[in-house]
């Protein structure tokens, strides 16, 4: 039996509305095996769903997919430094196979730079085998000591583009190219808006020559990375030796970039857009983007009702309309309303005898607002048109709860409070030391999130360090983070 | 460069054939890690055709995708008797995570009963939550000793359906159901005919009441079990006490299925169909149904014939037809047709400045026979109608071989002729005896594959054991597998 308490709100207790909601609404759960998530149906649909838009702009973009070893020999993470010092300590690691110890322990995947470099190795030998560009969709696994649903689990889902190209200008190129997809993907299907730029070189992926990211605030005003593109340089195709034969005979190292979004994009969906009575999904993502709830007393009733269900059902799958029509018994029309609003469904349909009578069907938006009664008839047009205008609100919505949320030009004091208040994003001066990023992490618990591209910089660009005073030589996005 | 020398033909060596096919098309590779391939984006498409017809079929049958952890407590697998002996013997098992020992070693998923059964428990409680019916695309590890690229790799990708139901007959009925989805895949996307029927208790999966199999004959006239679907009764359901509260509210153990198939099905669609000069892949599953080659020598005759070329290649995706124009400049047409046969493309299109004039291309077919002339007026229309043509063809040839290499009645001698001989199928009687099946493993290799489905079985049942004599108590399907 579906719990009918209602939820603990944002306001009182985020960390517990997120974790009820996700009970709730049944989209994952605890697994006996320490750190590991299961993804429920309910889950797995929106994931699936993301997959679906993310692989098709993959393949728009000349990707391919492919499939790598789960296992990686524990010396191939080692042949790259910083990579090695980076993921080791977060290894699970396979010491016995077929009853036997292994010569070699196994690591399995925590990324797959060094298995994917060792196989490119052998396939690329001349410039006409280049670029290179697959991905992989694929489960990994870092030991994480403090895991969430979504956010931070042991074993997660994910994708990882690696790409192999000529020259470094290409090699950018593309990691800015797919950082760009990146954004496309959770501003025009999340409806989650971002802030990209770049990492600072301690927030820089293990390996990498330049990390870039988008990130996100949720509405408890933390930040969240959705999504990182790599530009490697020659440091895999050095340690694993891919080389290629220049078109003027030359011999060189090929430049590698990765990029990954794993299913913390879920976790960030759920925080963007859900409220106080469950998930919100944006209409591009929802498993069903329209729920139809038949209402009736009598059996005559319910004939007459569910046969006019039927036909708007068919005729808003139609039209490429995910609809789904509720017509379980022994449930009243109240308590499915509960279930779907918990799970996020965009659109209701309520359909009664009157309704039937009249033609019309009565529709309730999951974001609020009058319910209304509509036609049937041109329903087939008139509900994709309701999706697009909330995916659009949704999107607008979550804009202004950032941009309330953010300030820009800030002094030391100004920073330090807004993070130690009530939180956001912060843009000012940074002097570009390691050592200043770092004491101001120690003390505050803020991170600097990217120093952002050009189009979110502020118009005035910083002159000072905010901490420091030192003169400023980037303008950085500081927030607490997930 | 591409290798131009011909494959081994499979008469004279199937297996190095087999070999030389895969990485002349690049479907896979060998990896670094042993006994674990990379599946290259040649042989990757293939399996994302497959899944993703498959995925519809799992969903028009009602169920769900989920996901579960990777990692099983190793005192899961002990949990069913039976299925941790089957099991254990070729896990690949974690002993550290995080730089520690852990204080129970976690195994690699080798199959996901356990797991999920558990997480079962939880969910179900009464007889208005079942049934639950969950599939999972996921990647499994089976230590093996012997591997060969897909067919025998120490980790696959699979799925796995595991479903929850009331009672012993609705679970047959599952099981049944999604043998009849496999058979129906196998025949109508791969165009490999299959025999269906039940396993033997020797043959049963580890922990199953009931295993049923598709089976499906080599060229090389060895079979190959493609894909399972067991009735596993209340086994798993009484180890991890799942149970459920009755509508008579008496509290019983849920009933159980599980069924799977994996990337092996690619080596089955490569040692069904493809020749001397390649892959054949049938219409239905290939990444690229139609290649179209542009023939030209100057410049001018380039621009007519691309623009030509775009054009047909426009209409032919507008009507469904997943196309792609090799305009690689640098290589011979030749160059281009050896490389698309070996990759089994089904449709050749050939434009030429000639064709261009005339309002035609040349249509070739991967599966032989003259090359034809076909105005471009109306290809989108008569293209799919060759492709469904093809499929139908595939499977027919395919059905009229094994059909030659099947033998029905056969007496001990006769069998023994045949499995020695050229082999294939052998129908006949069996005493229902493990001695007598162990006798005959033993002897000539040649296992039964099914106890075939009344469809399958000879119009007159055999009376005794074709080994020994004893009346028979069914008809076996016989014969050497993979």
């Known amino acids: ?39 429920r149906p309910n889950g797995y649909a929106i994931w699936e769903q993301m997959q679906r838009a993310l692989d098709q702009m993959f393949k728009d973009t000349g990707h391919q997919n492919a499939y790598f070893p789960l296992f990686i020999p524990q010396s191939f993470l080692a042949r790259e430094a910083e990579h090695v010092e980076g993921f080791a300590p977060e290894t699970a690691v396979v010491t016995h196979g077929g009853g036997k110890e292994l010569e070699e322990p196994l690591v399995v995947r925590p990324t797959s730079e060094t298995i ?19 991905n992989q969709w694929a489960n990994v696994v870092r030991w994480e000591m403090r895991t969430r649903l979504f956010l931070r689990t042991t074993e997660f889902l994910w994708q990882e583009g690696h790409t192999a190209h ?16 990146y954004r496309t993907f959770m501003e025009e299907w999340m409806a989650m808006p971002v802030v990209t730029g770049r990492k600072t070189d301690s ?13 996100s605030l949720m509405q408890d005003n933390k930040a969240l990375q959705a999504g990182t593109s790599h530009n490697l340089g020659q440091n895999f195709a050095r340690a694993f030796e891919v080389t290629f034969q220049t078109a003027s005979g030359d011999l060189d190292h090929v430049w590698n970039t990765s990029w990954g979004v794993s299913t913390r994009l879920v976790g960030a969906l759920i ?20 729920v139809i709830v038949p209402i009736y007393r009598t059996d005559d009733e319910r004939a007459t009702v569910l046969e006019a269900a039927e036909r708007v059902k068919r005729e808003l799958a139609g039209a490429g309309v995910r609809v789904h029509l509720d017509a379980r018994t022994g449930m009243k029309p109240g308590a499915k309303y509960y279930e779907w609003e918990g799970r996020g469904v965009p659109l209701r349909l309520e359909i009664g005898p009157r309704d039937v009578a009249a033609g019309a069907v009565v529709l309730v938006r999951r974001t609020g607002g009058k319910k209304e009664t509509l036609p049937v008839e041109g329903i087939a047009a008139r509900i994709p048109q309701e999706m697009e205008r909330m995916q659009t609100a949704l999107l607008e919505t979550a804009r202004a709860r950032v941009e309330a949320a953010t300030i820009r030009g800030a002094t030391k004091e100004q920073f330090l409070q807004h993070i130690d208040g009530s939180g956001g994003f912060v843009y000012a001066g940074f002097c570009g030391r390691a050592e200043c990023e770092a004491e101001i992490k120690e003390q505050t618990k803020a991170t ?13 660009p910083p002159a000072t360090c905010m901490w420091c005073g030192l003169p400023s030589v980037a303008e950085a996005v500081w927030a607490r983070a997930y």
Chains 1, 2 share one sequence.
């Open 1 to 39: 039996m579906a719990d009918t308490k209602a939820l603990t709100t944002r306001a009182a207790d985020f960390s517990a509305w997120y974790n009820e909601l996700i009970a709730r609404a049944e989209l994952a759960d605890y697994s006996p095996v320490r750190g590991c998530m299961v993804i």
């Open 116 to 134: 994917i470099y060792s196989m490119y190795a052998k396939w690329i030998q001349s410039y006409r085998d280049l670029p290179v560009l697959i």
């Open 166 to 181: 000529a020259t470094e200008a290409e090699a950018e190129e593309e990691a800015r190219r797919m950082l760009g997809v």
């Open 203 to 215: 927030e820089r992926f293990a390996g990498a020559v330049r990390t870039y990211s988008c990130e």
């Open 271 to 290: 925080m963007t857009h859900g409220d106080d009575a469950g998930l919100v999904t944006p209409p591009r993502l929802a498993q069903y983007q329209v």
């Open 448 to 460: 600097i999130r990217v120093l952002p591209d050009p189009e979110y910089r502020s118009p005035e």
